[in-house]
């Protein structure tokens, strides 16, 4: 057994050992490394105070119910701008300067008149012959295929041009040898091809209105001044023929099965208020033209009854006042917003002036929520009410700090 002073030694030259071997290891090992281990300590500060962030919370209550109520029935007017709609007649025409066709037993003379032509435009052309020698056939062809042929005789000709495409096309006037003499002519003093374009103007808009459960009467009323035929349809269905002209006011009620199609493609679940979608189309034949006013679609909501929304809320204690934020989808008829809380027995408005869809804010001290205090949290509840009819999506509340 080994005496007790050289076990001692011998544990302290192991242990030197591994304090120089973890000083050259740290030595040689990058900077950033060494940190990691050790720990940066030329930035540690040492407090005795505790500072608590707290977050800003936001509480959130959807509404599903409407607010107010109806007690008689209430008309509403959704109006549109006056305008006007038309199917009109544009000429244009290609002129050619004179120039005459010969023929021979040696072959035919022709003359190409060239254009971009449109399948949905009219044509026709129109010929002064001045002069013919012997009994040639006057031949008339579009983009190669003869639509006119007849023996030429002096006069005016009008002649309608089929089978134009839309692109570059080409119309060809021919002299063609016939009969017994050698040589035959026709001269042209005027030759124009005639284009007549068709400008229709119609007129298209879209009339959203705010129902209550898509409930009510739907009218279109307008006054149509002007001549010819004019239809009117609304979502892809004619509701109005209106026939040699008309300068007297109009009004058709929105069929039922047009309005159950608008309340069906709004798709709105969970609320009251179902924007519905009319889009009004108004067109005339050809020839037609009619200035529209007074237009407006007229929606006739029957007696809703008085209705008011309770909140039950749950807020934290953070801050000295709360921001109120009231989403409205829509005001069917205008009216002040009355908040009314309980147990604090506080109460507040959004006069009807500053009411709007959308987002309407209001701030109020925390003693407003205050009044049952519970582990540092307001709970309470929060009474909805109107004296028109309003269609609130949701109130959130924030603290202002």
Known sequence: MEPPVERLSAAVAVLAFIIIGIMVYLFLIPPASVSNLVGNFTNLTVTNTTSTVVPKTSYYYPITSYIGGNSQPTNFTYPFNSFMVSYSAVNSSIAEKPFTLTSSIFGTSSNNIKFNGSSLDSYYLILNVSSVSGTPYLKL????????????????????????????????????????????????????????????????????????????????QFTPIGYGNMSVSINGVTVSTISNGSNTPRSFSIPESIVNSAAGAAKVTGS??????????????????????????????????????????????????YIFSLYVGSVVKSGNVTFSLYPSGESFSIPASSLSTGENIVVEPASYLAGDETNGQYTGIITLSSDGLIVPTSLTITPSS
């Not at 005027?190 to 459960?213: D, E, G, P």
């Not at 009251?272 to 237009?295: C, K, M, Q, R, W």
């Open 141 to 220: 062809e579009i983009n190669g295929k003869y639509f006119y042929s007849s023996v030429a005789t002096r006069g005016l000709l009008k002649i309608s041009v089929p089978g134009v495409s839309s692109g570059k096309d080409v119309l060809t006037i021919s002299n063609y040898l016939n009969g017994f003499a050698l040589t035959q002519s026709i001269s042209f003093s005027n030759v124009s091809l005639i284009q007549t374009s068709y400008i229709n103007t119609q007129f298209s808009k879209q009339v959203v209105v705010s129902s209550i459960l898509g409930l009510g009467d739907y009218t279109l």
């Open 272 to 321: 009251e208020s179902v924007p519905l979608a009319f889009n009004l189309d108004f067109s005339v034949s050809e020839g037609g033209a009619y200035v529209v006013t007074d237009d407006d679609i007229l929606y006739s909501i029957p007696s809703i009854p008085v209705k008011s929304v309770s909140i039950p809320y749950t807020v934290k204690d953070t801050s000295p006042s």
